[in-house]
């Protein structure tokens, strides 16, 4: 497999696990807030399927990655990975309607212009 496909992959795998870990929680969320109600909600957790795929897609993840930087020098494809930082609020505001305020906005702009910076740099 092509090492740039390599990346989408990691940084799709990446974005999934974390979207889906927040939905899973927030369709668990704690009741109670003592120790068996974060046990429980532990439980709850690691039994749910969703979870389970995401854990899955992290292994995954780091399979794909070892396999990039097997073909890629670190400093070139790891400032890549950078774009989670980006896709992830984007993906919490489609999915969640989480807020994305006008100062986050620019930061998520400027880590774009960073990854872009670090790859024509190479």
Do not use: N
Not at 28 to 34: F, I, N, P, R
Not at 49 to 68: D, E, K, P, Q, R
């Amino acid at each position: 497999m092509h090492p740039f496909m390599l990346l989408f992959a990691v940084l799709a795998l990446t974005v999934y696990g974390q979207l889906m870990i927040k939905a899973r929680a927030l369709a668990h969320s704690m009741g109670a807030v003592g120790a068996p109600g974060k046990l429980h909600y532990l439980y709850l957790m690691f039994t749910d399927i969703g979870v389970l795929s995401s854990l899955g897609g992290a292994v995954l993840a780091g399979v794909c990655w070892m396999f990039a930087i097997e073909r890629l020098e670190v400093g070139y494809a790891y400032p890549f990975m950078a774009l989670s930082f980006v896709l992830v609020p984007i993906g919490s505001m489609v999915l969640f309607g989480e807020p994305l305020p006008a100062i986050q906005l620019l930061g998520l702009g400027l880590i774009i212009a960073g990854v872009t910076v670090s790859a024509l740099a190479r």
